[in-house]
């Protein structure tokens, strides 16, 4: 996978040999790593590198809200700031949060705000930040995984964990995990999320042309793609504090005897008084 | 110094816990179960809501979180920093979600007369104390809504001259003292240090020399790395012996 992106469409998206562009197979996905704790300052935070996306996700409370009257007597509230990083995509990307990035703020917010126990925070505000760092498509699925990570890791009371993947049509074909290039020439994208807890669906959006039939399909080969991803994003929670347990496994004691101690001490005070006395 | 035993569920004698994710399924048997802390029942299973430690107490099945907010509770002693003052009140703060307040008339000696209910009106202005000033208190009030109100009336409370702040998450204070204060003791007498842990995460030491303050220091950070394993007072005597070989402290 190649780190520069062409901001050219090319004409066929999958070859004769059934492959995609990037030499995936139709319900392949694209290489994921996650990481939690990556910001020390942040009360929460997490990484994730999905394909050629890269994205932190900060946490920051539960605060209080500014301004007053946002805050809710009964509730607290989430916020959700999603953002795109000038240099995150082929051509400069103004800084100026537009449309699209205030509707993807939105969703992300609307889909992980029912698993929270927010209501045990009244009159406080919890922020999540997501900053792409580099975009090839599907960045509000990444961001939805990548911002329950970050929300977990903080210690927020939640019922349970949120998973995002999209799905596309190409050729006339159902793919997984769109990439850059699919999601522009593709015939149809599908973004959507699962709440674990319940097994419903949290988020889902489309855009182009699809039939019922392909639909259903390609909310089967969803549910069997977030899987794989919701392992992935258990280990990453859960790899943090098992390393350190491993790392200690091996552990054994090498106590020195009091008595060594003595002696060590006095050898030392006698090689400093020593070197005292080469120096003068 | 002393430090105030909390009725904790004991994480300090465990043996290595499983370590559980929001959502996890802790057990399908409510007949013998109940969802404890940091649990909640969904459907016919019992869920985890936190990254904890799962612990079992009677029929109780709890989660421990690892990292979280400190949560204002009556009659806690929390370390704060005066961030404000006007006439009638400090804003102190203590590491929560709201900042605390304390009133002059709170930090009068309860004496003779004040028990008389004549308190010295000479103390009834905030000039004792100053912003960034590094204050000991109680909470006297605390809910939900509103900001929690302190005290400095008490044993050990009040303004901090000297000494070193430090901050670690409040869920790992538990071990920090370790069980019955085992920890704590420890380290006191290996480092002759005094120590104050307060619940909302900071740490207050003052040690007879710097070596010994920074000896302390990293202790403190490799338990609060280490809070999830078990057999770490044995290793944390172990790592305090062998540093002080290693830096040639007395």
Excluded at chain 1, 40 to 47: L, R, V
Excluded at chain 1, 113 to 126: A, I, N, R, T
Excluded at chain 2, 187 to 205: D, E, H, P, Y
Excluded at chain 2, 235 to 249: P, S
């Amino acid at each position: 996978m190649s780190l520069l992106i062409k901001d050219e469409s090319p004409e066929k998206l999958i070859g004769e040999d059934g492959k995609r562009l990037d030499g995936r197979d139709l319900n392949e996905l694209r290489p994921i790593k996650m990481e939690v704790g990556v910001i020390p300052n942040a009360d929460g935070s997490a990484y994730i590198e999905w394909g050629n996306n890269k994205i932190y996700a900060a946490v920051y409370g539960p605060r209080e809200v500014h301004p007053r009257h946002d805050a809710r007597p009964d509730r607290g509230i989430l916020r959700t700031f999603y953002r795109m990083t000038t240099f995150s995509v082929s051509e400069r990307k103004r800084p100026a949060p537009g449309r699209r990035e205030k509707e993807i703020s939105m969703v992300i917010k609307n889909a992980i705000e029912p698993v929270l126990f927010l209501e045990l925070y009244p009159d406080s505000v919890v922020e999540v930040f997501i900053e792409v760092i580099s975009a090839d498509g599907g960045t509000r699925c990444a961001c939805t995984t990548v911002a329950v990570l970050a929300l977990a890791d903080a210690g927020i009371p939640m019922k349970g964990l949120i998973t995002a993947v999209a799905a596309g049509k190409a050729n006339g074909k159902i793919i997984i995990d769109c990439s850059g290039d699919e999601d522009k020439s593709g015939e149809a994208d599908l973004p959507c999320a699962i709440s674990w807890y319940n097994n419903q669906i949290a988020l889902l959006q489309f855009d182009g042309i699809m039939d019922l039939k392909e639909f259903d399909k390609s909310i089967d080969q969803i549910i069997e793609a977030l899987e794989k991803i919701r392992k992935l994003q258990e280990e990453a929670l859960k790899k943090r504090y098992i390393d350190v347990r491993d790392h200690l496994k091996n552990y054994k004691p090498e106590v020195v005897s009091t008595n060594n101690i003595e002696e060590k001490i006095d050898s030392n005070n006698q090689k400093n008084q020593n070197g005292g006395d080469q120096t003068e | 110094m002393e430090v105030e035993d909390i009725d904790e569920i004991d994480i300090n004698q465990m043996k290595d816990k499983e370590i559980v994710i929001p959502g996890e399924v802790l057990s399908e048997d409510l007949t013998n179960f109940t969802p404890g802390r940091g649990t909640t029942k969904q459907g016919n299973k019992i869920i985890s809501l936190f990254v904890g430690l799962k612990v079992i107490r009677k029929n109780y099945i709890n989660v421990i979180p690892l990292r979280g907010i400190y949560t204002p509770t009556e009659g806690d002693k929390v370390i704060g920093v005066i961030i404000d003052k006007n006439p009638v009140k400090w804003k102190l703060d203590i590491n929560a979600r709201n900042f605390g307040i304390l009133k002059p008339s709170n930090t009068v000696a309860r004496t003779q007369k004040f028990r008389k209910g004549r308190p010295d009106r000479a103390y009834e202005t905030t000039q004792k104390f100053s912003v960034g000033d590094v204050l000991i208190v109680k909470i006297t009030q605390a809910d939900r809504l509103h900001h929690p109100e302190l005290t400095t009336q008490g044993k050990y409370l009040g303004k901090r001259h000297s000494g070193k702040l430090i901050e670690i998450p409040p869920p790992k204070i538990p071990r920090i003292i370790g069980r019955k204060g085992s920890m704590i003791n420890l380290l006191k007498k290996m480092t002759n240090c005094n120590i104050f842990v307060a619940q909302n995460g900071r740490i207050w030491i003052q040690g007879d020399n710097f070596e010994n303050e920074m000896l302390l220091i990293d202790t403190i950070h490799k338990i609060e790395t280490e809070a999830h394993t078990s057999g770490l007072t044995e290793r944390i005597k172990d790592f305090i012996i062998n540093e002080k070989t290693r830096r040639g402290i007395n």
